[in-house]
């Protein structure tokens, strides 16, 4: 019987088996999928991220930027990081990353797919994919087959529009050393530096269209890209995804499993990464009902705030003010992507 068996192999399951096995534990990932993986992402991540990633050990190259820029028509908004830089890159060149280390590492990668039919927990291990483990950690995604098998769901919240993230790369040089904002009436788009001669534009939107779409909403940015991109539309949603708890019994959710507000800060990857961290943690300790704190108290700023500019976000009355209000208090801007940083 092995220590951990991890149920996917994408960044936040990585991260997990890297920390598992630097920890000293038998740890194997079962994932289907040759690596890298791609999937619609923003591509940004945060200087926390970063310091996390190098603290691994995983090697990572991409493009820095040194804060967020936030545009809305004629009014910017530009905020600094005050520890360190952020990173942009593509998702293939992070996963491909970390996939390395977790070989240098000798974390076992198998491509197994875990059917949930055939999961079954006990009172010391867990068995799926044929392998019995005293831990599994899921890292199945936004929409975790394994936590909607073990009931951890939670219902939408009412009064929350149901938003969708799209992705596109296009061929030309960065003109920002910031990552920035652009936002319109419904909908922002993300346009993140990952290469000298690449930038990724990523739209959050509660309106279901094609991406020309929705990017026609942004004539300032779409003004500045070529006419074509050079990766096709890849989409994300719904992504608010609500969640009980992110521990049931020897089974602990990770990443975007473990539940997910939004991705209009941009937090992701470094709180799949804090959250791996705090899983292997417990895990070392045998108490894997100390995850659901650590959890809730490691998110817990991530959250609120996201949750409170999305609330704003959706209001009609404060929505138009939010860039206006971050460019005439640039201080309290700044100490808002410092938080979140």
């Known amino acids: 019987m092995i220590d951990l068996l991890v149920a996917g192999g994408g960044p936040a399951g990585l991260a997990t088996a890297i920390h598992a096995a630097r920890a000293g534990l038998d740890v194997v990932v079962a994932e289907p999928r040759p690596a890298p993986v791609d999937k619609a992402c923003g591509e940004g991540v945060m200087p926390a991220g970063v310091r996390a990633l190098a603290d691994l050990g995983v090697a990572v190259t991409g493009h820095p930027f040194r804060g967020i820029r936030y545009v809305d028509g004629a009014v910017e908004a530009e905020a600094h990081f005050r520890g360190g830089t952020g990173l942009g890159l593509r998702r293939t060149a992070l996963h491909g990353a970390l996939a390395r280390r977790a070989a240098e590492l000798g974390v076992r990668v198998l491509p197994l797919r875990v059917d949930v039919r055939t999961l079954r927990h006990d009172r010391d291990s867990v068995t799926a994919a044929g ?31 149901t938003r969708y993230g799209l992705r596109r790369h296009f061929a030309v040089p960065p003109w920002s050393d910031c990552v920035e904002v652009h936002w319109s009436a419904r909908s922002e788009a993300y346009v993140t530096p990952v290469g000298p ?13 094609p991406y020309d779409s929705q990017l026609a909403r942004f004539p ?122």
């Open 197 to 209: 001669g690449l930038v990724g534009v990523a739209i959050l939107t509660a309106d279901r269209a």
């Open 220 to 341: 300032r940015l779409a003004a500045r890209l070529p006419p074509s991109a050079v990766t096709p539309a890849r989409g994300a949603g719904p992504l608010r995804q609500r969640v009980r708890s992110p521990v049931a019994g020897r089974t602990l959710l990770v990443g975007d499993a473990a539940g997910y507000v939004d991705a209009l800060t941009g937090e992701g990857i470094s709180t799949a990464l804090a959250a791996a961290a705090h899983l292997v943690r417990c895990l070392r300790a045998d108490r894997p009902q100390d995850y659901d704190r650590a959890w809730r108290r490691m998110s817990r700023r991530h959250r609120a705030l996201t949750g409170a500019l999305l609330w704003a976000r959706h209001q009609p009355r404060l929505a138009a003010h939010i860039v206006p209000t971050a460019a005439r208090f640039p201080a309290l801007f700044t100490a808002a992507v410092n938080q979140l940083g």
């Open 131 to 161: 392998i019995t483990a005293r831990y599994l950690a899921a890292a199945d995604g936004l929409h975790s087959p394994i936590r909607r098998s073990l009931g951890l769901d939670l219902p939408p919240a009412a009064g929350h529009p």
